[in-house]
């Protein structure tokens, strides 16, 4: 009997601590929130000056003005056909072609300047390189989807980074070296 009992017991135990579970939530539930979200009835006032303060200002900045003579630069339209006039070039540049004669193909490096699906837009793209930095190792490739406009034939990683960095201040900001196989032309 005491087994029974001990089970009544727990029974009844389990029984009150889910209805003493269940009221509490119930209460909580019920409370009213209605003081978290309430304005204040009273606005709070804040006080304006209705005069207005105007500054005088009596500071001169003449004679502290700089003025900056530009002498006029006058130079050969005939030498500004590089972008980078003046710029301290390498005339050991593998990228130069002297003569347009491929003599072999080797593993080397091309920037890739851009990858786009509309062929004009690679067209215009590959002339507006072709002017700005007058070379004629400009290439169009079609790698599907896409039209790839690819600039020189560098056997040194270092000039084409160079020629990567050109690109870049140009506006070329996505432009990258790539490995790819180049041509091999007689000097």
């Not at 389990?14 to 003081?35: E, F, N, Q, Y």
């Not at 070039?89 to 072999?104: A, E, F, L």
Request: hydrophobic share 35%; charged share 30%; with cysteine.
């Amino acid at each position: 009997m005491k087994i029974f009992s001990n089970d009544l017991n727990m029974k009844y135990v389990l029984l009150s601590l889910r209805i003493s579970v269940i009221i509490i939530l119930l209460a909580s539930c019920s409370a009213s929130t209605g003081s978290r979200y309430e304005k204040d009835k009273e606005p709070v006032e804040t006080k304006r000056s209705d005069s207005l303060v105007v500054v005088k200002e009596d500071f001169d900045i003449t004679p502290y003005k700089t003025k900056i003579n530009v002498s006029d630069y006058s130079t050969d339209p005939d030498k500004l056909h590089d972008v980078w006039y003046q710029y301290e070039t390498n005339n050991t540049d593998s990228m130069i072609v002297k003569n347009g004669k491929i003599i072999g193909t080797v593993d080397g490096y091309r920037i890739l300047i851009i990858a786009s699906d509309n062929m004009e837009e690679a067209g215009s793209v590959r002339e507006d390189i072709k002017e700005k930095i007058s070379r004629r190792e400009v290439y169009i490739s079609f790698e599907p989807p896409f039209y790839k406009v690819k600039v020189g034939d560098f056997t040194d990683l270092a000039e084409a980074n160079n020629l990567k960095f050109k690109l870049n201040q140009l506006g070329y900001t996505e432009a990258r070296v790539v490995k790819e196989t180049v041509n091999l032309f007689e000097q």
